[in-house]
């Protein structure tokens, strides 16, 4: 499995939590491979590892559609318009805020896309 940040890898685990049944395991899990129990998707590797292609491809689309509603692309505040020079400080701060942030939301769906299910 490729390694995954640990915001994509919280984001696959809280969607993982729904219960998929025992015997379904696709990861070496220790307590699964040691016989000493079934796999019951208790461990996180399981857990992730068990979400498929088309359902991180749906978690991703997810993300992106928050990342449009909540931080959408805006234009930078240009310093030619009439802000008062600390209107256009804070202004400026909030735009490359909220461009981080939404690189950081459009990171993680892009992760989910590209990693193996």
């Known amino acids: 499995m490729t390694e995954l940040s640990?915001?994509?890898q919280e984001?696959?685990?809280n969607?993982?939590?729904k219960s998929r049944g025992p015997g379904m395991?696709?990861?070496l899990c220790q307590a699964w491979m040691d016989g000493?129990?079934?796999c019951n998707f208790a461990c996180d590797a399981c857990r992730i590892a068990a979400i498929s292609k088309p359902e991180r491809s749906g978690l991703a689309a997810a993300l992106r559609a928050a990342a449009d509603q909540v931080v959408p692309e805006e234009r930078k505040p240009s310093a030619d318009s009439d802000y008062h020079l600390m209107n256009w400080t804070k202004a400026l701060d909030t735009y490359?805020?909220?461009k981080q942030t939404r690189a950081e939301i459009l990171a993680i769906a892009a992760e989910l896309e590209g990693s193996n299910g």
């Open 6 to 8: 640990p915001a994509a």
């Open 11 to 13: 984001v696959l685990l």
């Open 15 to 17: 969607y993982g939590n």
């Open 25 to 27: 395991c696709i990861s």
């Open 36 to 38: 000493d129990e079934p």
């Open 96 to 98: 490359y805020q909220r």
